[in-house]
């Protein structure tokens, strides 16, 4: 049985709902990647990462999400600038999902915490960047998780599915609002490094 879940930053302002939300249409997994890391730092939402430096995301297609309120107070950025999207919401800042710079690569990993009905996701199928983890980690499921987003960017790209997006203005193929690239020295206090000069 498909499930339906909202998704929602924390204090209220912007939603979405996810259609779906439930382990055949969706991969649930945990990145440790220091991108990730990086990001939830800079939004000062470090709390949101496990005890190994791990962020769950749920993995869909861009067609399955549908916003309903407050998509005004989304915006996005990049930690570097051929970075991937980091979508979040401008009034409290939650992270809310990563995206490739294109519609025409449809994918969206979205930020599992903000899901309201998590018994849907299923299990975590993979672990992946455990290299990268504060923490030793034994990573799996990689390959199969590629597998399984690639048939479904082809199935989205050959029906026409892709251009359902709430991110991006398909017209154009740009996203709804300018990318915001961090500056040196905000990337390097996301990273943890030591303040650069400027």
Known sequence: MAHQ??????CGAFE?????ADPKHGNHLICYCTDC?????????????????GSRIFQVMPDQITATKGLENLAVLRLKPKGIYRWYTTCCQTPIANTLGTP??????????????QDG?????????????LNPVDG??????????????????????????????VSSKKAIVKPYVLSEAERAAA????????
Not at 5 to 10: P, R
Not at 145 to 168: I, N, Q, S
Request: proline share 5%; hydrophobic share 40%.
């Open 5 to 10: 879940t909202t998704l929602t930053c924390q």
């Open 16 to 20: 979405a709902q996810v259609a779906k």
């Open 37 to 53: 890391q990086a990001y939830l730092h800079h939004l000062d939402k470090a709390d949101l990462l496990d005890e190994n430096g």
């Open 104 to 117: 025409k690569f449809p994918f969206a990993g979205l930020a599992a915490d903000n899901l309201s009905a």
């Open 121 to 133: 996701l299923g299990p975590i199928v993979a672990k992946v960047n455990e290299k990268d983890a």
């Open 140 to 169: 799996f499921g990689l390959s199969k998780v590629m597998r399984r987003t690639m048939r479904r960017v082809f199935w989205a790209k050959l029906t026409g599915r892709w251009k359902k997006t709430p991110f991006f203005d």
């Open 191 to 198: 990273y943890g490094q030591p303040d650069m000069p400027s």
